[in-house]
């Protein structure tokens, strides 16, 4: 919810959520997905909560901000110190929340590598992004939104037609980007008005 209210404009992160669903789901993103999940299970075995377990913890490790911005300053400086973080952060959720649905947790590593490696390896061709607070701000509330869509599916609170095509919503992230670049203002360089000259006198200042 945090992430969420980092927003300057609520249509942004919620129409991306809705035109980002869509096109994920045209795009068949959650079929995908699933595909390489039951290859997965089916190689290395797994309870049924294998699917569920790599699915919601892929989309819940590559929607943070942190994702971006790490690699965005990994590619464009050369500094993984946020990509450090990040991991540690992962490994220790994974732990827990592998114990919770299931090992299948362990190979969203997969997921990251790919995720993360573009990122990092096409930053260059991100640098507006990064220089744009207000960019990464939007991504950053749709991530939120999706992470809530994550969280309400964990406690059984959404439709189950929802929490079935939770990765068709990961384009919203790059909706809301577009949004906010296409949206954002940038006010011009502020033009100093040449100061009135005030009283030379007594008499004048009468």
């Given at each position: 919810?945090?992430?969420?209210?980092?927003?300057?404009?609520?249509?942004i992160p919620i129409g991306a959520l809705i035109i980002?669903?869509?096109?994920?789901?045209?795009?068949?993103?959650?079929?995908?997905?699933?595909?390489?999940?039951?290859?997965?299970?089916?190689?290395?075995?797994?309870?049924?909560?294998?699917?569920?377990?790599?699915?919601?913890?892929?989309?819940?490790?590559?929607?943070?901000?942190?994702?971006?911005?790490?690699?965005?300053?990994?590619?464009?400086?050369?500094?993984?110190?946020?990509?450090?973080?990040?991991?540690?952060?992962?490994?220790?959720?994974?732990?827990?929340?592998?114990?919770?649905?299931?090992?299948?947790?362990?190979?969203?590593?997969?997921?990251?590598?790919?995720?993360?490696?573009?990122?990092?390896?096409?930053?260059?061709?991100?640098?507006?992004?990064?220089?744009?607070?207000?960019?990464?701000?939007?991504?950053?509330?749709?991530?939120?939104?999706i992470l809530c869509l994550i969280g309400l599916n964990?406690?059984?609170?959404?439709?189950?037609?929802?929490?079935?095509?939770?990765?068709?919503?990961?384009?919203?992230?790059?909706?809301?980007?577009?949004?906010?670049?296409?949206?954002?203002?940038?006010?011009?360089?502020?033009?100093?008005?040449?100061?009135?000259?005030?009283?030379?006198?007594?008499?004048?200042?009468?």
């Open positions: 919810m945090k992430m969420f209210f980092a927003t300057r404009n609520v249509l980002g669903g869509v096109v994920g789901h045209l795009c068949r993103i959650q079929t995908g997905i699933d595909i390489v999940s039951a290859w997965l299970q089916t190689r290395f075995g797994g309870g049924t909560g294998f699917q569920e377990s790599f699915v919601t913890s892929s989309i819940l490790f590559c929607a943070g901000p942190m994702t971006f911005i790490g690699c965005l300053e990994d590619g464009l400086e050369g500094k993984p110190r946020l990509l450090y973080l990040k991991s540690l952060l992962d490994g220790v959720s994974a732990v827990f929340f592998a114990a919770a649905v299931g090992y299948g947790v362990f190979f969203s590593a997969a997921s990251v590598l790919v995720v993360q490696g573009t990122l990092t390896l096409g930053a260059r061709a991100f640098r507006s992004v990064a220089a744009d607070r207000a960019v990464l701000d939007e991504i950053s509330a749709a991530g939120g939104l964990l406690l059984g609170l959404v439709y189950p037609e929802v929490s079935k095509f939770l990765a068709d919503y990961l384009p919203a992230l790059v909706f809301a980007g577009l949004a906010a670049a296409l949206t954002s203002k940038r006010t011009p360089p502020n033009q100093q008005t040449p100061d009135l000259p005030g009283p030379s006198s007594e008499q004048d200042r009468r």
